[in-house]
């Protein structure tokens, strides 16, 4: 776990089995970050995870995917959330390769934007410019 950020949807179906783990584990991981979905509002969604555990929140509602063959489509899920955290730290290794997975984690937390409930919104064009301004070690 030292080496891996991970980014878990809070799917309801899973909720009471992944989050009954993750519950006791998540503030000791510094390399894990629950995600919740919102709609386009920035509003929770009324099928994603609430609760102290889920500390970022990504759009999970009206989605624009690529489907096989290239359709584009909308679409909406707890699956898209994390999917879009998870690009966004790629994102942010990619500016600064040196990063670890508590910065990581670090600067997502840092530059949410805040949404109604006080829930935590993905920014990712500001986590990946925080990336950019965080020091390299030498």
Do not use: C
């Given at each position: 776990?030292?080496?891996?950020?991970?980014?878990?949807?809070?799917?309801?179906?899973?909720?009471?089995n992944?989050?009954?783990?993750?519950?006791?584990?998540?503030?000791?991981?510094?390399?894990?970050?629950?995600?919740?979905?919102?709609?386009?509002?920035?509003?929770?969604?009324?099928?994603?995870?609430?609760?102290?555990?889920?500390?970022?929140?990504?759009?999970a509602?009206?989605?624009?995917?690529?489907?096989p063959?290239?359709?584009?489509?909308?679409?909406?899920?707890?699956?898209?959330?994390?999917?879009?955290?998870?690009?966004a730290?790629?994102?942010?290794?990619?500016?600064?390769?040196?990063?670890?997975?508590?910065?990581l984690?670090?600067?997502?937390?840092?530059?949410?934007?805040p949404?109604?409930?006080?829930?935590?919104l993905?920014?990712?064009?500001?986590?990946?410019?925080?990336?950019?301004?965080?020091?390299?070690?030498?």
């Amino acid at each position: 776990f030292d080496s891996m950020w991970r980014a878990f949807p809070a799917r309801p179906e899973v909720k009471q089995n992944l989050l009954a783990y993750l519950r006791e584990r998540v503030q000791q991981r510094t390399n894990l970050i629950v995600v919740g979905g919102t709609g386009s509002s920035g509003r929770a969604t009324s099928f994603t995870s609430y609760g102290r555990h889920v500390r970022l929140y990504a759009r999970a509602e009206g989605v624009t995917v690529r489907a096989p063959g290239g359709m584009v489509m909308k679409a909406s899920g707890t699956s898209f959330a994390s999917p879009l955290v998870a690009r966004a730290a790629a994102q942010m290794l990619a500016a600064n390769p040196a990063l670890k997975p508590a910065a990581l984690v670090q600067g997502l937390l840092q530059t949410a934007t805040p949404g109604e409930g006080g829930l935590q919104l993905l920014h990712a064009g500001d986590a990946v410019r925080w990336s950019q301004q965080t020091a390299r070690p030498k």
